[in-house]
T-cell receptor, first 110, second 112 residues
Framework: GQQLNQSPQSMFIQEGEDVSMNCTSS?????WLWYKQEPGEGPVLLIALYKAGELTSNGRLTAQFGITRKDSFLNISASIPSDVGIYFC??????????FGTGTRLKVLA | NAGVTQTPKFQVLKTGQSMTLQCAQDMNHNSMYWYRQDPGMGLRLIYY???????DKGEVPNGYNVSRLNKREFSLRLESAAPSQTSVYFC???????????FGDGTRLSIL
């Protein structure tokens, strides 16, 4: 089935560092979403993007809807230990189907 | 503030057994979804219900059935469980199909 290419697959960073991750696709999406999943829990919505070029922040998180509508980016500034988890992107098509990325596993070293 | 509630949280089945996973949401959402999550595969849509009274197949519907019992509840049934259905199952809901989905905490299902 169709999936998004999400990178990196995993990353170790030092506390206080900034983090960047992205999702790319060959398909155009109308909406991009970013979720975070912690062990034993379901994904929790972080940011929703509805327009090409849109830049939206949620605290230390900033996400962008790519101009081509085929990609999206998530940045986390000044990472802290509780940022640990798996970050998923999701693209929503014109037929309202969600396509999820395979996730970026983030580990923060104190 | 429960949001999306899934039961049970864990289940072990033998091959060939049947099982119904329950999902209920208290956010008055119209749309509900069932996903499975497997290592390295992300979330894959099994079935969805865009509104009460309708259900449609997703990406991986084989071996599953669903029932939208009412606006709040959407159940997933495995009629004859197979080891390939070992996975974590997530239910989600959203106001409308184009709006962000909110997830439950999952059901961890193992089939021996």
């Amino acid at each position: 089935g169709q999936q998004l290419n999400q990178s990196p697959q995993s990353m170790f960073i030092q506390e206080g560092e900034d983090v960047s991750m992205n999702c790319t696709s060959s398909s155009i999406f109308n909406t991009w979403l970013w979720y975070k999943q912690e062990p034993g829990e379901g994904p929790v919505l972080l940011i929703a993007l509805y327009k090409a070029g849109e830049l939206t922040s949620n605290g230390r998180l900033t996400a962008q809807f790519g101009i081509t509508r085929k990609d999206s980016f998530l940045n986390i500034s000044a990472s802290i230990p509780s940022d640990v988890g798996i970050y998923f992107c999701a693209g929503v098509s014109g037929t309202y189907k969600y396509i999820f990325g395979t996730g970026t596993r983030l580990k923060v070293l104190a | 503030n429960a949001g999306v509630t899934q039961t049970p949280k864990f289940q072990v089945l033998k091959t060939g057994q049947s099982m119904t996973l329950q999902c209920a949401q208290d956010m008055n959402h119209n749309s509900m979804y069932w996903y499975r999550q497997d290592p390295g595969m992300g979330l894959r849509l099994i079935y969805y219900s865009a509104s009460e009274g309708t259900t449609d197949k997703g990406e991986v519907p084989n071996g599953y059935n669903v029932s939208r019992l009412n606006k709040r509840e959407f159940s997933l049934r495995l009629e004859s469980a197979a080891p390939s259905q070992t996975s974590v199952y997530f239910c989600a809901s959203g106001h409308e199909p184009w709006q962000p989905q909110h997830f439950g905490d999952g059901t961890r299902l193992s089939i021996l």
